[in-house]
């Protein structure tokens, strides 16, 4: 018994199967490739306008007030505010080195001190 099969029209059908996988694994690969720059991009633009509009909001907010509008950032957007700590070692996420034009954007919409945000 052989693997090969023997018919012509055996053979036609598994060199299309084998066609169409390799079509369809290229047409992925093309879409990731092409699509992930701009997807890392449009992401670090949404925390950037979310980090602005935090600041913003915190910074216009009174005083006694401050606390609950944290407390309401936090349970109603998920939006957790950490104190800024200059000697905390933050270690890179893993594979961030493939979205790095998403961190390109960032860095000069920030504004005053983009080095004290970190994700």
């Not at 490739?33 to 009174?62: C, D, G, M």
């Not at 509008?69 to 957007?77: A, D, W, Y």
């Not at 270690?91 to 954007?105: D, M, Q, Y």
Request: hydrophobic content about 45%; proline content about 7%.
């Amino acid at each position: 018994m052989s693997i090969v099969p023997r018919t012509l029209q055996a053979r036609i059908v598994l060199l299309m199967l084998l066609l169409l996988t390799v079509g369809q694994y290229a047409a992925l690969r093309l879409f990731d490739h092409f699509e992930l720059e701009p997807r890392a991009v449009r992401y670090a633009l949404q925390i950037v306008s979310t980090v602005k509009l935090t600041r913003l909001a915190v910074l216009a907010a009174r005083d006694d007030r401050r606390l609950e509008l944290l407390q309401e950032l936090n349970q109603s957007e998920g939006v957790r505010i950490s104190p800024f700590d200059p000697l905390e070692a933050i270690e890179p996420l893993p594979g961030v080195n493939r979205a790095a034009g998403g961190s390109a954007a960032c860095g000069p919409r920030l504004g005053a001190r983009p080095s004290e945000v970190h994700w």
